[in-house]
């Protein structure tokens, strides 16, 4: 009986224990429950509404580029993309199937098309196609019942409308990559795009603009059930360049099938108003993404369309470095004004001969007839007398031998070598032979097109040292210009050579002369030489440029400005293996700053006005 008794106390025990756990359990539910609806009901009803709301960023219009008479350069455009919505197709391969029945995809395209699909939810539309013409959207709409799952977005591209007349100086845009800083929200947008080159890269920030956002409503599954709030992006800045779109397509158009460089700009100001690379390659299509096909036809062109020869060709200044030696020369009195010298058409230095262009020589002739015939003896030995450090010197004073810095990318700075630079180079002395070559331009000296643009400028303008610039001035403003201290008498008799090179019989560029209501231009031939010419050679026949094959032809270069009288413009055009300056150059040259001329509003004022 007792027995008994305690197994009842022991299971009334147990019991009380265990209603007792229960009532513990059900105070903590209802403490949790509590703390949860009540103390923390802020807090979750904040995270329910971000779960029911969804903030997207709205890319905002890339803003316009436009050239320095308010001409557009570059703008946005409708951009119509064909999209296929997994779920709204009962099967995708199908419904694919029928698209390219109606537009074709190539392999690439339909692969991206199948893991972009695997990557994102069923209801997430997929690119198929983009840059639809009016023509293939309407295709497409016509066909719209074979075609479920498919539907057409509107959006906006760039759009460059000179093409590859302006590749070279504008750039293009393109897709972000793992290689670019993610310092905007915007950059994490699948397909945003920014510049990759030019000035589209040099003015990114700029031209971008500030994204908006837009706040969906949406469920559980993430769909889009409708839109509570658009706050609209500030769209990119507009940007007003100087360079000239007529005088763009003119330069670029002078070259025909040739490969080279050409840099206008404005004297005084700095302004750039040409800025040629040829050939060259369209923006728009890398805007829109370039197949492999077409980039590898780029990158295996031997005329290098993809290098911005402007900036990154290196090429030997050749005759038109003769400005700079005569320069120096008068300027360290190593030769005198009204100093003649004589040419037999070689000289000796040791046991080497240094041969004239011409072979029979020139003659005795001063410093404005060495310009004018471009005569090699005259400058070896001017250079002979004059030094390679005051050569160097001098040459600097005029932009040679390092960048321009106008802010696009892969700018070369070029050389001019002097004798602390070889020796520094090589752990060699510098040789009198070496002074003699560097006297016409060759060697070491290597330039590129912008800075010969500069030299010329700079000595157009008299002396004043002027810099290059994409950015428009204010009317009736000028930078202030800081003087090179060359004596104005030695300035003119080279700027004479010059202008008897163009417009004086037996100047080297007289069939490229012209008179423009009394106006005319004035420069200075040159060619390099990209192959050695043997001993066996000279003593045969030397080669002529056309029988060589393209690869070992000369370059052809000139630099001339306009008008003589009150120089504006200057140029410096490059040929690539054109054969000679003044057969390739200066007649590419002579188009460019004649239409300059003609287009000039206040030269044909002046003009009128007399």
Request: glycine share 8%; aromatic share 8%; net charge negative.
């Given at each position: 009986m007792n027995r008994d008794n305690d197994k009842g106390k022991v299971l009334i025990q147990r019991t009380l224990f265990l209603a007792l756990g229960e009532f513990l359990a059900f105070l903590l539910?209802?403490?949790?429950?509590?703390?949860?609806?009540?103390?923390?009901?802020?807090?979750?009803?904040?995270?329910?509404?971000?779960?029911?709301?969804?903030?997207?960023?709205?890319?905002?219009?890339?803003?316009?580029?436009?050239?320095?008479?308010?001409?557009?350069?570059?703008?946005?455009?409708?951009?119509?993309?064909?999209?296929?919505?997994?779920?709204?197709?009962?099967?995708?391969?199908e419904t694919l199937d029928a698209f390219k029945k109606i537009m074709?995809?190539?392999?690439?395209?339909?692969?991206?098309?199948?893991?972009?699909?695997?990557?994102?939810?069923s209801f997430v539309p997929i690119k198929i196609k983009?840059?639809?013409?009016?023509?293939?959207?309407?295709?497409?709409?016509?066909?719209?019942?074979?075609?479920?799952?498919?539907?057409?977005?509107?959006?906006?591209?760039r759009y460059y409308p000179l093409g590859e007349k302006t590749a070279h100086v504008l750039g293009y845009v393109s897709s972000v990559s793992d290689k670019d800083v993610k310092d905007d929200p915007l950059l994490e947008i699948p397909g945003f795009k920014i510049g990759k080159s030019g000035i589209e890269k040099l003015?990114?920030?700029?031209?971008?603009?500030?994204?908006?956002?837009?706040?969906?409503?949406?469920?559980?599954?993430?769909?889009?059930?409708?839109?509570?709030?658009?706050v609209d992006g500030i769209p990119g800045e507009r940007l007003d360049?100087?360079?000239?779109?007529?005088?763009?397509?003119?330069?670029?158009?002078?070259?025909?099938?040739?490969?080279?460089?050409?840099?206008?700009?404005?004297?005084?100001?700095?302004?750039?108003?040409?800025?040629?690379?040829?050939?060259?390659?369209?923006?728009?299509?890398?805007?829109?993404?370039?197949?492999?096909?077409?980039?590898?036809?780029?990158?295996?062109?031997?005329?290098?369309?993809?290098?911005?020869?402007?900036?990154?060709g290196l090429y030997s200044p050749g005759s038109t470095f003769k400005m700079i030696v005569a320069l120096a020369a008068l300027e360290g009195d190593a030769q005198k004004a009204d100093a003649r010298s004589f040419c037999a058409g070689k000289m000796m230095l040791g046991n080497h001969t240094f041969h004239c262009w011409k072979r029979i020589g020139h003659g005795y002739i001063n410093v404005v007839e060495a310009l004018k015939h471009s005569c090699?003896?005259?400058?070896?030995?001017?250079?002979?007398?004059?030094?390679?450090?005051?050569?160097?010197?001098?040459a600097r004073n005029f932009g040679l031998g390092s960048p321009v810095n106008i802010g696009l990318e892969n700018e070369k700075a070029g050389l001019i070598p002097d004798r602390e630079w070889k020796w520094k180079?090589?752990?060699?002395?510098?040789?009198?032979?070496?002074?003699?070559?560097?006297?016409?331009?060759?060697?070491?000296?290597l330039t590129t097109p912008i800075q010969l643009a500069v030299m010329t400028a700079r000595i157009a303008n008299g002396g004043y040292n002027v810099q290059p610039t994409f950015i428009k001035r204010e009317a009736d403003t000028s930078p202030e210009l800081s003087h090179l201290n060359i004596k104005p008498n030695h300035m003119n008799m080279v700027k004479e050579g010059m202008c008897q090179v163009v417009n004086s019989p037996g100047g080297t560029a007289y069939a490229s002369h012209f008179d423009y209501k009394g106006h005319q231009m004035c420069g200075k031939t040159g060619s390099t030489q990209v192959r050695r010419i043997t001993m066996k050679e000279r003593q045969t026949r030397i080669l002529k440029q056309h029988e060589l094959p393209w690869h070992l032809r000369d370059h052809g270069l000139?630099?001339?400005?306009?008008?003589?009288?009150?120089?504006?413009?200057?140029?410096?055009?490059?040929?690539?293996?054109?054969?000679?300056?003044?057969?390739?150059?200066?007649?590419?040259?002579?188009?460019?700053l004649l239409e300059a001329l003609m287009s000039d509003k206040e030269i044909n004022s002046q003009q009128e006005g007399k």
């Open positions: 539910i209802i403490f949790r429950l509590y703390y949860l609806q009540v103390y923390e009901a802020d807090k979750y009803k904040m995270l329910a509404d971000e779960n029911r709301v969804s903030t997207r960023l709205l890319i905002p219009p890339r803003g316009i580029i436009y050239d320095r008479h308010q001409n557009v350069l570059a703008t946005n455009q409708q951009n119509f993309q064909a999209m296929i919505v997994a779920e709204q197709t009962t099967d995708v391969q074709p995809l190539s392999d690439v395209e339909e692969e991206r098309i199948k893991k972009d699909l695997k990557r994102n939810r983009d840059n639809l013409t009016w023509e293939e959207v309407s295709r497409i709409q016509l066909n719209a019942p074979d075609l479920p799952g498919i539907i057409i977005d509107e959006g906006m591209s003015y990114e920030k700029k031209l971008r603009g500030k994204s908006g956002n837009l706040k969906l409503e949406v469920n559980a599954l993430g769909r889009v059930m409708k839109e509570i709030e658009r360049l100087t360079i000239d779109a007529h005088l763009q397509e003119v330069a670029y158009d002078a070259f025909g099938e040739e490969a080279g460089a050409a840099v206008l700009m404005d004297v005084n100001t700095g302004e750039i108003l040409a800025f040629v690379s040829t050939p060259s390659f369209d923006p728009n299509q890398m805007a829109q993404g370039i197949n492999a096909k077409d980039w590898k036809a780029l990158l295996d062109n031997e005329k290098n369309p993809l290098t911005n020869k402007v900036l990154s090699d003896i005259f400058f070896y030995e001017t250079a002979q007398k004059t030094g390679i450090d005051k050569i160097a010197k001098m180079r090589f752990g060699e002395p510098w040789q009198q032979g070496e002074t003699l070559i560097s006297g016409i331009g060759q060697g070491y000296i000139f630099v001339g400005y306009a008008p003589h009288d009150n120089p504006k413009y200057a140029v410096a055009v490059l040929v690539e293996h054109g054969g000679g300056g003044s057969s390739a150059a200066a007649p590419v040259a002579r188009k460019i």
